[in-house]
């Protein structure tokens, strides 16, 4: 019975708490996330919102020329609004004109899902 350590105890042996921990699967967990079609919700904010009504987008379209996007009805009023001088994007106040609107119908996809999370 000489050869016995009574000290000793595998199962605090650094490589055995080493290998515990790797059976467990710790430090493998939390690479694999979920890539759902939600996880740009980064720049929902800036992205979904008019500049012009500053409520969620409503038949967005955007600006050709620098890429704002606007809720149809408050831009259009807004380039009427101005009809005697040419209209600016409120954003960057680059060139608006009705021609360089194009609808985006991805976005009031986005729109559609962000307001029904938000129970509106
Ligand atoms: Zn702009």
Do not use: W
Not at 9 to 35: C, I, K, M, Q, T
Not at 37 to 53: A, F, G, I, M, Y
């Amino acid at each position: 019975m000489e050869l016995m350590d009574e000290n000793f105890d595998p199962s605090s042996h650094p490589s055995v708490l080493e290998l515990a921990r790797l059976l467990s699967g710790e430090g493998n967990g939390g690479g694999v996330e979920e890539a759902e079609e939600d996880v740009q919700v980064k720049k929902v904010q800036q992205s979904l919102k008019c500049p012009l009504t500053g409520t969620y987008l409503e038949d967005p379209v955007s600006n050709s020329g620098c890429g704002h996007t606007y809720s149809r009805a408050a831009v259009m009023e807004h380039i009427r609004h101005r009809a005697v001088r040419a209209a600016r994007c409120p954003v960057c106040s680059g060139p608006l004109t009705v021609s360089c609107l194009q609808p985006e119908p991805r976005l009031a996809k986005k729109v559609r899902r962000a307001k029904r999370k938000d129970g509106l």
